[in-house]
């Protein structure tokens, strides 16, 4: 994890679903992670707290580390990545999800697939996926912040019921 930019946020102690934001990026800071911030906020729109927010060069290794420390301290429910989903070289987040995850939710990123595919069709190209290691729930989204408002808004409805069956 020493290649990775972080921030801490104060988490409500009442806040439902424990959320860790994960921007895979080589260029971009803190300061102007614009698809991390919006994931953040819709988060935060659902009444959620983001505890933690990293930014992870694209690299395989650092990123599929980055998610097993994040589960291995067992403080989050759920870990939103936002990048490195695409077709170039240097997009290997699906690939580091899939060192870590020990089941597949395909129905997630399928559906966000499909319905942003009606009205943007780059939507067909992310390789994004999402699963399951532990009790945690790992989803990756586009690295745009117009893909990332899309595709949380096609997931958000089922996030609090996916959250609760692992944690039952």
């Known amino acids: 994890m020493s290649n990775s930019n972080s921030q801490s946020h ?5 806040s439902s679903c424990r959320v860790a934001v994960v921007t895979i ?24 707290a983001v ?3 990293f930014i992870v060069k694209d690299e395989r290794e650092l990123i599929a580390e980055m998610l097993r ?17 695409g077709f170039s070289k240097r997009d290997v987040t699906p690939e580091a999800t899939k060192d870590v995850i020990e089941r597949e939710a395909p129905g997630l990123a399928e559906a966000m697939r499909a319905q942003t595919a009606a009205t943007t069709r780059f939507a067909m190209l992310s390789r994004g996926v999402a699963g399951i ?8 989204l586009p690295g745009s912040p117009k893909g990332v408002r899309d595709c949380f808004s096609v997931i958000a409805p089922t996030l609090t019921h996916a959250v609760e069956l692992l944690k039952a």
Do not use: C, F
């Open 25 to 48: 990026s080589d260029s971009r800071t803190p300061e102007d992670d614009e698809s991390g911030r919006v994931l953040t906020e819709l988060v935060e729109g659902m009444g959620w």
């Open 133 to 140: 290691k532990g009790e945690v729930l790992i989803i990756n």
């Open 51 to 53: 505890s933690e927010s």
């Open 69 to 85: 420390v994040l589960v291995q301290r067992g403080n989050v429910d759920l870990i939103l990545t936002t990048g490195g989903t």
């Open 10 to 14: 104060e988490v409500p102690a009442d």
